[in-house]
Each structure stands twice: as structure tokens, then as C-alpha cells.
């Protein structure tokens, strides 16, 4: 196995496989569009977005969570007595005292001297549950054990809503150890503000979003997290990165956010848009796939973002969750980034998926008595 020796503290710490798993049925913003009487420009060029990943009635956040971790063990060396640790970050919880980790734990035969969890910070969970585990390792508290750590999420809105069409699911998994696909910096920069930007009370089955609020904090967010990043390493750092991941509720929101950000570092507007194009834009090709996958959708951009890149390549991945709570973390690539191993899964899922039409998406949805999905 990969592991460093027991009771050795390590150096280098990150990310040593990935798994990722989508769900069986997709829907097409356009058809949605029809459905809601909406211009189909309006989603598509005006949000960015193209397809939604949907989860079929068989499946669910626990189809997904277990699914992505499976693929990401599958393809590790290690074996399950080499955890020591899962963390589950989502904000598609099924119960409000068992943790989600309890049923990945149950799907895998995982058991014994292992600490398992969930955690809760709306789209920011998964980061912050890959921070524990990097800093866990780092600690020295993992004693040679590795971490094995899942974003996943279903993000529904209320029929009708606004957000509806940046609806989308998806689950990412990472075993954190020697970092032979990634490596993450141990020192990152994080920047939060209580607020009421996107909430869901608990027996509230959707989300309230203010989505004005939303944007004007996720774009706070970006710029006091780059601020501090640019202070410390300073100007010439972003230009180091060759990609910069963002958290993608939406794509267009992404782009609103980097072209705040460069005119708060006094950039012109053609150098932002630039910067876009070249290093954040094509982060999000999966992310046109699966919709906004909350926990999931920073890291299923990073996952994209980090096939076939050669080692010592450098990216940032930045992380928002509302409420708020954002950070921005540093990568650099390993010798197994190039191979792109996670890429199939992806590939797989998306080629097997079956693309719903309207009159399926209104059953799935339990609008009107129409033919079941
Ligand atoms: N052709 C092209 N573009 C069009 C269009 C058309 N026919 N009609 C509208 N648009 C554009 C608008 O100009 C706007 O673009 P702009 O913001 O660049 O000006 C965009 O489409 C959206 O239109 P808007 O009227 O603002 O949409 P809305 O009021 O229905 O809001 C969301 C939709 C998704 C933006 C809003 O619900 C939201 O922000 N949701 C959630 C945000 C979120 O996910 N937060 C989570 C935490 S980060």
C-alpha cells in the first residue's frame, strides 16, 4: 500500500486516487426551458448551463456516495484495514443524527478502528472534510493510515423555482495519502461571514435561496480569498496556476465572480476575460455535464482539471459554501495526474445515462399525472 510508516508525521500529503459517480438520468436545460415557458437562451447562454445529472427513483445521495468511493478504492492499492478515517461532506443528509459516512461504512464493510463522519457546511462540506483528512495525515495523528473522503449532494429546487435549472447531482471521492495524483498545500486561505444566502430549515424539502445576496457573497468571498492568496505569494502567483477551479452553482455565476475579481485587482476587462477563458473556463467541462452537484461541483471541476497535467503543474480550487464559509486551496500535480485514471468514470456514466424528456422529468418530479420517468 501507499501508506508512509506508522507513527511517522508526513510531509507530502494529497490526493492518491479518485473515484466519481454520476446518476443514471440526465435532463436537458432546454426542455426544461419549454416546460417552464422560459426562453431556452435564458439557461443556456444567460446561465451557462446545459444538462442536469437526475437521480432515477432506485437512486439516491447514498447510491452516489457509495458508488464514488467504491471507484475510488477500486483503484487504489491500498485495502480497507489501511483507513483510517471516512468523511462524508454533503448537504443531501438522510438523517439528522446518523451520519451519511454510516452508510458508505455499511455499502464498503468498512468497521473497526476507523473514525467516520459527515459534515455540514452547505457547499463548502466537501472541502472541509478533504482539509480534515489532509490535515489529519499532516497531523501525524493518522499514524500511517489513509483517509478516504466524499462529496456528494442532489441538488433539487422547488418545481418553478428560479434555480431549477442549475439543479444537478453528482459525487466525488478522494483517498487522501501519498499524493501521487495531487498534492495539497497544507496552508490554504479561508475567508467566512455569517449570512442568510441559501438556507433549508430543517423539514424544508428544498432550498430558499436569495439569489441576488448569493452571488454578491460568493463574489466577497472570491475576492478576499485571492487577496489574501496574492498578498502572501505575491502578484506574479495566479499567473503560476495553470487552471483555477471554482465552486459551480452555475457557470455564468463563475464567470460574474472572476470578472469581479479582476476588476478588484485592477485588471482591465479584457485581461479578465482572459484569465477566464484560459484558466477557468474549461475547468467546468464535467460540470456542463452533471449541473450543480453542491459539495461535489468544485471538486468534480478539479477532478476534470487535473487529468494530463504533467507533475509539478500548479492549480487553485476555491471553495464556497453559503452561509457563508469559502477557502482557497493550492494543488500541485503528481506523476499519476497525467494518466487521468478518474476520467472513465465520468466517460461511463455519462454514456450510459439515459437523457429523460419532459413529460419523464414532470413524473420524476411528482408534478401531474404523467407517465413515470
Ligand atoms: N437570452 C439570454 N440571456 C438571458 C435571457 C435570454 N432570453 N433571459 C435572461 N437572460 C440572462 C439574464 O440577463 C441574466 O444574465 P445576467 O445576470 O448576466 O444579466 C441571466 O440570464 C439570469 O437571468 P435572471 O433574470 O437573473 O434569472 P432569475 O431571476 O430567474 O434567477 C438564478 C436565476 C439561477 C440566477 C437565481 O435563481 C440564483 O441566483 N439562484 C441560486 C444561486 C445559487 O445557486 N446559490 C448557491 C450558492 S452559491
Known amino acids: 500500500m501507499n501508506s508512509q510508516p506508522a507513527s511517522h508525521a508526513t510531509t507530502e500529503?494529497?490526493?492518491?486516487?479518485?473515484?466519481?459517480?454520476?446518476?443514471?438520468?440526465?435532463?436537458?436545460?432546454?426542455?426544461?426551458a419549454s416546460l417552464r415557458g422560459e426562453d431556452p437562451d435564458k439557461f443556456t447562454i444567460g446561465l451557462g448551463c446545459r444538462e442536469m445529472a437526475l437521480?432515477?427513483?432506485?437512486?439516491?445521495?447514498?447510491?452516489?456516495?457509495?458508488?464514488?468511493a467504491r471507484r475510488a478504492l477500486d483503484r487504489w492499492d491500498g485495502e480497507l484495514d489501511d483507513l483510517g478515517l471516512l468523511v462524508v461532506g454533503t448537504e443531501s443528509a438522510v438523517?439528522?443524527?446518523?451520519?451519511?459516512?454510516?452508510w458508505v461504512a455499511d455499502g464498503l464493510g468498512l468497521r473497526g478502528a476507523v473514525r467516520s463522519y459527515e459534515v455540514k457546511h452547505a457547499c463548502y462540506g466537501g472541502t472541509l472534510a478533504l482539509r480534515q483528512a489532509v490535515e489529519w495525515k499532516l497531523s501525524g495523528a493518522a499514524a500511517g493510515k489513509a483517509a478516504l473522503v466524499v462529496a456528494a449532494d442532489?441538488?433539487?429546487?422547488?418545481?418553478?423555482?428560479?434555480?431549477?435549472p442549475t439543479q444537478g447531482a453528482g459525487a466525488v471521492a478522494f483517498v487522501v495519502d501519498v499524493p501521487t495524483i495531487a498534492s495539497i498545500d497544507v496552508h490554504s486561505h479561508a475567508w467566512s461571514e455569517p449570512e442568510f444566502d441559501f438556507w433549508r430549515p430543517v423539514g424544508q424539502d428544498f432550498p430558499s435561496v436569495d439569489g441576488p445576496l448569493s452571488l454578491d457573497c460568493y463574489k466577497r468571498a472570491a475576492e478576499r480569498c485571492f487577496r489574501r492568496w496574492i498578498e502572501e505569494a505575491g502578484d506574479a502567483s495566479l499567473s503560476k496556476l495553470e487552471a483555477v477551479c471554482f465552486?459551480?452553482?452555475?457557470?455564468?455565476?463563475?464567470?460574474?465572480?472572476?470578472?469581479?475579481?479582476?476588476?478588484?485587482?485592477?485588471?482591465?476587462?479584457?485581461?479578465?476575460?482572459?484569465?477566464?477563458?484560459?484558466?477557468?473556463?474549461p475547468t467546468m467541462g464535467w460540470n456542463l455535464f452533471t449541473g450543480n452537484a453542491y459539495t461535489a461541483a468544485l471538486w468534480i471541476a478539479v477532478a476534470r482539471t487535473l487529468i494530463g497535467r504533467t507533475e509539478g503543474a500548479r492549480l487553485a480550487a476555491f471553495s464556497y459554501g453559503s452561509g457563508f464559509g469559502s477557502e482557497l486551496l493550492t494543488l500541485t500535480a503528481g506523476p499519476a495526474a497525467i494518466d487521468g485514471?478518474?476520467?472513465?468514470?465520468?466517460?461511463?456514466?455519462v454514456a450510459n445515462r439515459r437523457l429523460i424528456d419532459v413529460a419523464a422529468y414532470q413524473g420524476l418530479r411528482g408534478e401531474r399525472e404523467v407517465a413515470a420517468a
Open 154 to 164: 442532489v441538488a433539487l429546487y422547488e418545481p418553478g423555482d428560479p434555480g431549477e
Open 247 to 281: 465552486h459551480v452553482p452555475f457557470p455564468k455565476m463563475v464567470k460574474k465572480a472572476v470578472l469581479a475579481l479582476g476588476e478588484s485587482l485592477g485588471w482591465s476587462e479584457e485581461v479578465s476575460r482572459a484569465f477566464y477563458s484560459e484558466k477557468v473556463g
Open 95 to 102: 438523517d439528522m443524527s446518523r451520519p451519511l459516512s454510516a
Open 341 to 349: 485514471a478518474w476520467a472513465r468514470d465520468v466517460e461511463t456514466d
Open 13 to 32: 500529503v494529497g490526493i492518491a486516487s479518485i473515484g466519481l459517480q454520476l446518476p443514471s438520468l440526465a435532463f436537458d436545460v432546454r426542455d426544461l
Open 55 to 68: 437521480c432515477s427513483e432506485d437512486e439516491g445521495i447514498v447510491h452516489l456516495a457509495l458508488g464514488a
